[in-house]
Structures are given as structure tokens and as C-alpha cells.
């Protein structure tokens, strides 16, 4: 029949600057999608080198061993019969593009840059690459020797065009275009193309898995057609960990995806797809063909080559599939651990170690490294050889086979827990039952003796005995006691992790591992240099509140039941003295915030771009159940004192785990200063000034009030004048207001003029009378309006709003809060 073709995508993980091992998991893919029937294959955005080689794409050995891995892919055997686009970097007219490299049979079709860059988060493409700006144009291409050679062609169309083969037409998208509001898919798809290729390098962050589902879903709802999206997964050698959430979409479903969280290197996945039915599909909205019809043309290259066959009417076609998105809490539960195997089995040592405390954070950390020693067992058991083969050179075994996690993860995780005179014996206890269930090499050390050296070292050159504040000391002395102890940790630990293996009788050596979460990072709650310095941080990317729901998730999944104790304790860093056995040093107390606090500032201050008065604007809202103007204002001002002292930090920060988005990394994500002026005394002003307004403005409000209160007894007593009926119109009210009995002068007292958020001059009432500020009769009905206005913008409503809301939420809150204002202002336009 000739209408039913065999597509396929996949996921692969590749390393930056790894052309021998990309080349291998391309040509594995594409023999994968050749076995499963298909004649068309794509692949991840920049597969060729691997997406992550930063600066390294300013190098021509980049783009020539990138052109030297095509010229292998061309003449490879298995690399026929099936189109085949792969991306890489290309300069044309010495300008270097992001391109996708389309070809058949040993010839090149079309190359394709990238028309719309990324410089979002971690992404910093326009440092590296052009857009291509030419829309719907191509030129020509002068192909290298070497592949010349291969093609017989000489140059080869290089620009915005489709490829159109004997039965279907074909557009490509490169990762961002996808996200853009101009997406290029729908001119593409009015003007006939059928199936749209999207080569993606797009990293995850937590709480976004659905993001790229969905805007494939709504790109082929509103446009029709099969999108074939390709992502890659894993570490590619930085930060981020690619998702590897490669997937098929079809007429507003998703037909096909890739397994989530998965250590297999080369994933492939297929679908048939009835060309008919996107036909169909398309013709049947109808505002879809009147648009297509007036379409503007694509360049065409034509290939006499069909991606079906007329034998295809016992192929089953697709089916939509129903899948969920991982919990937040699944998604660090799984995703570090990925990156810490790929990290670890390129890293060429030996495993891990982590000095673990017994609290939160770095029962976190070893309670992932547990999730990936299941995720390598469970791997093997599936048969994947790579893992296998990985596995056993790490531990230094040939014949080795992982099939329990626990003695796996004694291999491979050493833990330490480092105890001075201030550590408690629940920590200790918790640490140990911890790496017992896990199965970790576990060693407790008392580090005192280390300690005393240092401080011993320090009295003799100068004489002097730093003390605890619960001894007498100052604050000075007391951080500085807590930070020897935190530093010889660091110390501790890298000894430790350079000679464990030694001591076990095995190859090679430890990375050590860090456990500081994206909060205290933020607040620059941690010594520098101390055991959050490390080789690399699994955690680093997640917030405290995000780090417990994982935990109370592990505890069942991985069944850890002490967990539950870990997580009921308070968090400390026990860097003092225990007064008479009970803790005094507690995280959020040491801070002068909470951590959910903590969360608020970071999401202010990155992804709201909130300076410190833009952050008490919002916060004064937000938190005006809680707190005071006041008090909002001293908590922002402690903020940014904590962060811009500490700022310098983030400078040796360990490289984390990419995973939340207000992350105050700064060697990528988050660019700022590292010295500030820890003052802020313009910014600190401008909230002061603030304050003062919106507490004058309540005080104002109330003397209203009670002015309003007594003049209105007096009214009622005197009859002079009939107050509007609560179910007075505006226009009653108006008409009121328009009677010449109270269009004389108002006398205004004397005594200071207060300012309100409305630039509104209230008086506080006083007896005496200052005839200089008399309004005229043309000016009342003008300053009536103008409060009126005001009164219902602000939806301030006085008691009525205590009891009913804000104005803006319903009519009859508004309704009282015009009639109050009206009935205030006529006593004072009466007078």
C-alpha cells in the first residue's frame, strides 16, 4: 500500500570530546533502528562530539575530527538503506553553525543549522554558534576532501529547507526551536511536511519532565503530524544531567518513549506510523488547510528513496501509550544516581566516600549512592554487558557479577563519621545504622586529637586560647572554633579517600563526595573549605524541603527504616559545646531563617529577578498574615547581608547535581559579583521608605476611622444631613454629592500632612482650623472621585475588609468599601 513507514529515535550517552565512543553508540543505534525494521533513524543534538564541549567548539580539531567521524559513518556497511540525520558543528563562510547532517547512501542531502539559539540556564550557545537567519533559503556547501571522496559530490545544500522523498515529506527542528514561541515546525507543516525531526541536548530540572511531553503533544495537536524528538541522556563530563526523554509523538498523542532514568548507553525506540491517518488528520481541520493553502514554499531536495514499502498492510500501526511523570521525589531518587554512575565510571577511580554525619543531608547522599548500587544491579540482571563490563573494572574484578546492592555498595561506598567532644552520641548511632543498612565500609574516627594540634599550633605562635561562646568566648572565637573542626574534616577526608583502597588491597582511588543542599549555599551557611568542599555534590541542586519528601520516599522504596529516625531529628551542624548534654546549636536558629524561608528567597532572587527592595514588595504581600512590614523588611535585609557577605563561596563551589532552578551556581547558571557592598544602603532605603509608608498609611486609616465614627454620632444627632441608603447606585451617591449644600469650601486642620501608598495629603483631625488649605467647591467632586478610586484599587475597606476580604474578590466587598469611603468623605466635605 505504501503508506505505513517504521521511524526511529533514540537516546544516547555520549561524552564531550569522546569522538571514538560517540561514533560507537551511533553506528549502535542506527543498526538497533535498521534491526527493528525502520528507514529513519535520528539522534541527539551535537552526537558527534557530544553537546557539552563548551569552549572546546572554538578549536578547528573539533570540526575536523567531528567531519572525520561522518567520513567513518559514510562509508560504514551498516549505514545504508536508511536516512540517516546526526548532528555536529560546521563553519560556512567561516562562521560556525549547530547543524544536523542529513544523508543516504553515501550522500549527503542537506545540512541544517540551527535557527534559533539557546542561552538560557546552564545553555550558553550564541558563545559558541550563529543562528541562521536565512529563512527558507539555502546555498551552497563546499564539502572537505575527505568526504568528497566518499560522496563524489563537491558542495551540498546548506540552509532552511525539507526533504521530500517518493512518498512523505520531512522538516527539522533543532532542540530549542521546539521552545520558541515562533516554533519553525508549523510553517513547516502547512507547507506539507509530514514528519518533524527534533535533535535535542536538553538537560533536566526538577518538577519539568512534563514540559517537553507536552509541547510535543500540542505541536502535533494543532499541526498534525509524527515529531520524533531525540534527546540525550546522562553526563556528558558537566553539571547537568541530560534526561534522555527521547519520544514519538503523533496527531496530539505520544505513541513511543524512552525508559526514564536509565543506564543503558544506546536506547532506540520505533514506531509505524500510518501516513494516512496524518492526513486525515490535517484535512479535517479546516482553519489548518485555508492557512496551508496560503503557506509561503520551503526549498524541496528531492530523494528518490520511500520510507515504505507496498508491503506494509501487516503492519500494526501505532498506538497512543498513557504514561506518568515522575514525583519530585522520584526524580532525585533516580536522577543523581544516574549521574554519579556515569561520573564514577568515567572518572576511572574506584568508588566513593562521603563523611557522613547521621543528618539530612548526608544521609541524602548515601541513600542515592544505595539508589544507583540497585540501579547497576538491576541493570545487570537485564543483561545490559556495559554496565557489566563497567562494573568490574571499577572493582578491579574480572569475573564479578553485582546481585545484591548491599554488597555491592560495600565495594564501592565508604563512609566515614568524624566525632569531636561536640558530636552526639544519636548522630554517631544514626550513622552507623544507616551505613548498615545500605552496607557501606563504614569507619567512626574521633578527630579531637587533630583538633587540639591545630589549636595547640595556633597558642603557641600568638599566646592566645580561642573559647566557645557558652565559655565566655566572642563571636569571633566561636567561629572560628567551629571552622578548624569543619576544614580538618576536609582534610580527613581526602586522606581517607586516597588511601582506602590501599588499605583494602585494591587499585586506584576514592572520589569524595559532598552533601551541602542548594539553601545553605544560597545563605553561605558552610565553612569554606570544609567537608562540603568535594569532588563532586549529588545534592547540591535540591532544597531541604525536597531533600526530606525524598527521604521519607526512600525509606519505603529502598526500605530504610532508619531514615524515619534521621529525619525526626533536628538539623545541626554540632561545631559546639552540648550544654550539660543537651544541643543548643541548631541549623535554622544559627541561620536566622528557616529553610523554607530560605526556598522563598532563592525563587525571589533568581527565577522572580527580585533585588532586595523588589523582594520585600512581593514578600510584604506574601507573607502579610505573618509578619509585619517591619518585620518582612528585617528578614529580606538579613538575606541579603548572609548572601553578599558569602557570595565569594559560590566561587569554589563543588560542581553539583544541576537540578533546581534558583541554584546559586556560579560557574554557569547563576553570573554575579563575589564582592558586594554588604550594606546595600541604596537598596535598604528604598525599603525603608517603604515601611514608613504602609505603617503611616494603616495609622492614617485608622484615625479616619475613628474621625469618620465621631462625626458620624454627631450627624445622626443633629439630622442636618441623610446618609445614602446602602443600596444607593453610584449615580444616587453621585447625585448626592452634586447638591450645592455640600459643594462649599472643606476646612482642613492643621498639624503634619501624611503621605499614603496613593499620594493622598490626610490630615489627622485637630479642632483648630487652617484656612490656607481650603478646597474649592471645583475641586471637590474631583478629590471625591479620586478617592473613590483609589479606595476601590486598593481594595482597603477598613473593618469590612477584615471580615469579607480584599474589594477585588466580590462585588459586595467592593460595594461596602465605596459606600464607607462616600459616607467618610461627605462628613468631611460636610465640615
Not at 552526537?47 to 572546546?56: F, Q, T
Not at 563553519?91 to 541544517?112: A, D, E, G, Q, S
Not at 536506547?267 to 482553519?287: F, H, K, P, Q
Not at 495629603?761 to 478629590?783: F, G, K, L, R, W
Request: hydrophobic share 35%.
Amino acid at each position: 500500500m505504501g503508506r505505513k513507514v517504521i521511524v526511529a529515535t533514540c537516546c544516547l550517552n555520549q561524552w564531550a570530546m569522546d569522538f571514538q565512543g560517540n561514533l560507537d553508540r551511533i553506528i549502535d543505534s542506527i543498526q538497533q533502528a535498521k534491526a527493528a525494521g525502520a528507514t529513519y533513524r535520528s539522534g541527539p543534538e551535537l552526537e558527534i562530539p557530544g553537546y557539552s564541549c563548551a569552549d572546546h567548539y572554538y578549536e578547528s580539531d573539533t570540526l575536523l575530527h567531528s567531519w572525520e567521524v561522518v567520513a567513518e559513518l559514510l562509508r560504514h556497511p551498516s549505514c545504508t538503506d536508511i536516512i540517516i540525520d546526526v548532528g555536529l558543528p560546521v563553519m560556512h563562510k567561516n562562521v560556525t553553525y549547530n547543524c544536523r547532517l542529513v544523508f543516504l547512501n553515501r550522500k549527503i542531502l542537506l545540512i541544517r543549522p540551527k535557527l534559533i539559539l539557546c542561552d538560557d540556564g546552564n545553555y550558553r550557545e550564541t558563545r559558541w554558534f550563529t543562528a541562521w537567519h536565512k529563512s527558507r533559503q539555502v546555498e551552497d556547501y563546499y564539502l572537505p576532501r575527505m568526504i568528497s571522496r566518499q560522496t563524489g559530490q563537491i558542495t551540498v545544500p546548506f540552509g532552511e529547507a525539507l526533504i521530500a522523498t517518493r512518498d512523505t515529506c520531512i522538516g527539522y527542528e533543532i532542540c530549542e526551536e521546539l521552545w520558541n514561541p515562533e516554533s519553525s515546525h508549523i510553517p513547516m507543516s502547512l507547507d506539507g511536511a509530514e514528519i518533524i525531526v527534533n535533535g535535542s541536548g536538553s538537560y533536566t530540572e526538577i518538577r519539568k519532565g512534563y514540559v517537553s511531553r507536552d509541547l510535543i503533544m500540542s505541536a502535533t495537536a494543532r499541526s498534525g503530524g509524527c515529531y520524533l524528538f531525540a534527546n540525550q541522556r546522562g553526563c556528558d563530563g558537566d553539571r547537568v544531567y541530560f534526561s534522555g526523554d527521547s519520544m514519538i509523538g503523533l496527531n496530539g498523542a505520544i505513541v513511543a518513549r524512552a525508559t526514564p532514568y536509565s543506564l543503558i548507553e544506546v536506547e532506540v525506540i520505533t514506531a509505524t506510523i500510518d501516513l494516512e491517518s496524518i492526513r486525515c488528520y490535517r484535512s479535517l481541520i479546516r482553519s489548518r488547510c485555508l492557512r496551508a493553502s496560503q503557506s509561503h514554499t520551503y526549498p524541496r531536495v528531492q530523494v528518490n528513496f520511500a520510507l515504505s514499502n507496498d508491503e506494509d498492510i501487516f503492519l500494526p500501526s501505532c498506538a497512543p501509550i498513557e504514561y506518568t511523570i515522575p514525583l519530585p521525589e522520584e526524580e532525585i531518587l533516580y536522577g543523581p544516581a544516574c549521574w554519579l554512575w556515569d561520573y564514577l565510571r568515567r572518572s576511572g577511580q574506584g568508588g566513593f566516600l562521603l563523611p557522613l554525619s547521621g543528618g539530612v543531608d548526608s544521609s541524602a547522599t548515601a541513600t542515592i549512592v544505595f539508589s544507583m548500587c540497585q540501579l547497576v544491579v538491576q541493570a545487570v540482571a537485564n543483561g545490559e554487558e556495559k554496565v557489566l563490563e563497567d562494573v568490574r573494572r571499577i572493582v578491579s574484578q574480572a569475573d564479578y557479577v553485582p546481585r545484591d546492592r548491599r554488597e555491592l555498595c560495600g565495594r564501592i561506598f565508604h563512609t566515614v563519621y568524624m566525632a569531636t567532644e561536640n558530636s552526639s552520641l544519636e548522630t554517631k548511632a544514626r550513622a552507623k545504622l544507616l551505613s548498615q543498612q545500605i552496607g557501606s565500609y563504614h569507619i567512626p574516627v574521633t578527630i579531637d586529637s587533630m583538633v587540639s594540634a591545630a589549636l595547640g599550633i595556633f597558642s603557641a605562635a600568638t599566646g592566645f586560647i580561642p573559647k566557645f561562646r557558652v565559655r565566655g568566648g566572642t563571636t569571633r572565637e566561636n567561629v572560628a572554633l567551629q571552622n578548624v573542626q569543619a576544614r580538618l574534616r576536609m582534610v580527613l577526608a581526602y586522606l581517607f579517600a586516597q588511601l582506602m583502597l590501599w588499605v583494602r588491597g585494591k587499585q586506584g582511588g576514592l572520589l569524595v563526595l559532598g552533601s551541602a543542599n542548594v539553601d545553605e549555599a544560597l545563605r553561605g551557611y558552610m565553612t569554606k573549605y570544609d567537608c562540603s568542599s568535594a569532588d563532586i555534590n549529588p545534592i547540591g541542586g535540591f532544597s531541604k524541603a525536597d531533600l526530606k519528601r525524598f527521604l521519607h520516599l526512600a525509606k519505603d522504596r529502598l526500605n530504610l527504616p532508619v531514615l524515619n529516625d534521621i529525619l525526626g531529628a533536628p538539623p545541626t551542624a554540632e561545631l559546639e559545646p552540648l550544654d550539660e548534654g543537651i544541643l543548643v546549636q541548631i541549623d535554622e536558629a544559627d541561620m536566622g531563617m528557616t529553610y523554607d524561608e530560605l526556598s522563598m528567597y532563592g525563587k525571589l532572587r533568581k527565577i522572580e529577578c527580585c533585588g532586595p527592595f523588589s523582594m520585600f514588595g512581593k514578600l510584604v504581600h506574601l507573607w502579610s498574615d505573618k509578619c509585619t512590614p517591619k518585620e518582612v523588611a528585617e528578614k529580606v535585609k538579613l538575606f541579603f547581608r548572609y548572601y553578599s557577605i558569602n557570595r565569594h563561596k559560590m566561587t569554589v563551589l563543588t560542581p553539583a547535581y544541576h537540578a533546581e532552578t534558583y541554584s546559586p551556581d556560579d560557574h554557569r547558571f547563576d553570573h554575579r559579583q563575589f564582592l558586594y557592598n554588604y550594606r546595600w544602603l541604596w537598596q535598604f532605603r528604598a525599603i525603608d521608605k517603604s515601611v514608613e509608608k504602609l505603617e503611616n498609611g494603616r495609622n492614617n486609616e485608622s484615625e479616619v476611622e475613628r474621625s469618620s465614627s465621631a462625626r458620624s454620632n454627631k450627624d445622626s444627632r443633629s439630622s442636618s444631613f441623610t446618609r445614602p441608603s446602602s443600596r444607593s447606585s453610584n449615580n444616587s451617591l453621585s447625585g448626592s454629592l452634586g447638591s450645592e449644600s455640600h459643594r462649599r469650601g472643606v476646612e482642613v486642620a492643621t498639624g503634619p500632612v501624611i503621605e499614603n501608598s496613593h499620594n493622598v495629603h490626610i490630615c489627622p483631625a485637630e479642632n483648630t482650623v487652617d484656612t490656607s488649605h481650603m478646597i474649592t467647591p471645583q475641586h471637590s467632586d474631583q478629590i471625591v472621585n479620586d478617592q473613590v478610586r483609589l479606595t476601590l484599587n486598593s481594595g482597603d475597606c477598613g473593618e469590612d475588609r477584615k471580615r469579607r476580604g480584599p474589594a477585588s474578590a466580590s462585588l459586595s466587598a467592593s460595594g461596602l468599601c465605596l459606600q464607607k469611603t462616600m459616607e467618610q468623605l461627605f462628613f468631611r466635605l460636610r465640615d
